[in-house]
């Protein structure tokens, strides 16, 4: 089973990889018209917040004299932006009404997903620049018709390796060329690594990359 376990990590079993379950056209509709409504100004919202607390740290930087306030400050700052989200879990798009139920669209939104990173990932490193970004997060909106699992398999064919993740929210990867000596890729078992064929497209009822 898909599982990536450390002292205080365990995600295992099918359960937590699957598809979500197919919602009903009605409710599709109700996210749809608020999503249209309401996302524009919960954009704009975000957007004065970051523009407020751009200020909030400019004035902040004064209050660095005080022992601990910097810390208590980059805690608090981290523990918001944590729980905001630029695309909130109730919205659905114009092509997800279209496509819930859909296994194949799920599966090419996330093949494309993968293959944007994976490009960006294997680009060779320009000189004087920094090397690109071995992480890539998966966001639950773009797997949610297919399920973790399906991610997980798709991303070990392209060189990826599972990082501790909770596939109810994102599917943390790592670019196992990035790791050196001792890497695991696709097929090589290693800490974390996924073993391919425990849970497939039998038990997780998405079809293969590119069928109906």
């Given at each position: 089973m898909y599982a990536y376990q450390d002292s205080t990590?365990?995600?295992?079993?099918?359960q937590h990889w699957r598809a979500e379950p197919d919602r009903p056209r009605w409710q599709l509709?109700?996210?749809?018209?608020?999503?249209?409504?309401?996302l524009p100004v919960w954009w704009l919202l975000l957007l004065v917040v970051a523009l407020a607390a751009i200020v909030v740290a400019m004035f902040a930087e004064i209050l660095t004299i005080i022992p601990g306030f910097e810390r208590g400050a980059?805690?608090?700052?981290?523990?918001?932006?944590?729980?905001v989200s630029v695309w909130p879990r109730w919205a659905v798009t114009w092509p997800e009404l279209r496509h819930e139920g859909d296994t194949a669209f799920h599966a090419a939104r996330v093949d494309a997903f993968l293959d944007k990173w994976t490009k960006h990932a294997s680009k060779p490193r320009a000189p004087k620049k920094p090397a690109p970004?071995?992480?890539?997060?998966?966001?639950?909106?773009?797997?949610?018709?297919?399920?973790?699992?399906?991610?997980?398999?798709?991303a070990a064919r392209?060189?990826?390796?599972?990082?501790?993740?909770?596939?109810?929210?994102?599917?943390?990867?790592?670019?196992?060329?990035?790791s050196g000596a001792g890497a695991t890729g696709p097929g090589v078992a290693g800490p974390g690594a996924m073993m391919p064929g425990t849970?497939?497209?039998?038990?997780?009822?998405?079809?293969?990359?590119?069928?109906?």
């Open positions: 990590f365990v995600y295992e079993g099918q509709w109700i996210r749809f018209v608020l999503t249209v409504l309401v980059d805690r608090a700052m981290d523990a918001v932006i944590g729980k970004s071995p992480e890539c997060e998966v966001p639950w909106r773009k797997y949610r018709g297919v399920g973790g699992a399906y991610v997980v398999e798709a392209r060189g990826w390796e599972l990082r501790p993740s909770d596939p109810a929210e994102e599917i943390r990867l790592w670019w196992s060329a990035a849970v497939g497209p039998g038990a997780s009822g998405y079809p293969p990359a590119g069928t109906a």
